[in-house]
């Protein structure tokens, strides 16, 4: 069993920054992948990102690379997403999730899932 928490959320203004944190307990961080994905209103939920634990490779959706970083920190069990250069079109919901084995974009193989927290980029 694997609890999953986010936070770092909030509003910012177009250009802005926000680093969301993930805090995992419950297993190790071995054999376990764990990404972000966002939900926009009345949108599907979309992958952002995600890091394979015990390799530390990382995949970067296409709409987030070069402004989004993900990086792991095994030691502490957190999981972070470093957002820059923000747009009004990433607000939405960022949830963190966890599945047994390497990363994949489909939020219906991932095992575990977070609360959520809210990202509002305004213009």
């Given at each position: 069993?694997v609890?999953?928490?986010e ?9 802005g ?9 419950g297993?190790t961080?071995s054999?376990?992948?764990?990404s972000w ?10 992958f952002?990102?995600?890091?394979n634990?015990?390799?530390g ?11 989004f ?7 502490k069990?957190?999981m972070?997403?470093?957002?820059n250069?923000l747009k009004?079109?990433?607000?939405a919901v960022?949830?963190?999730a966890?599945r ?9 193989y ?6 959520g ?7």
């Open positions: 069993q609890t999953l928490v936070s770092g959320g909030g509003l910012v203004q177009a250009g920054s926000l680093r969301l944190s993930c805090a995992a307990s297993r961080f054999g376990v992948a764990m994905f966002r939900q926009a209103p009345g949108k599907e939920r979309d952002v990102a995600g890091v634990c015990d390799t490779n990382t995949y970067l959706a296409n709409s987030i690379k070069g402004r970083t993900i990086s792991r920190d095994n030691a069990n957190t972070y997403l470093q957002m250069n009004p079109d990433d607000t960022y949830y963190c966890a047994y084995g390497v990363v994949d974009s489909r939020s219906a991932y095992h575990f899932w977070g609360e927290t809210q990202v509002t980029v305004s213009s």
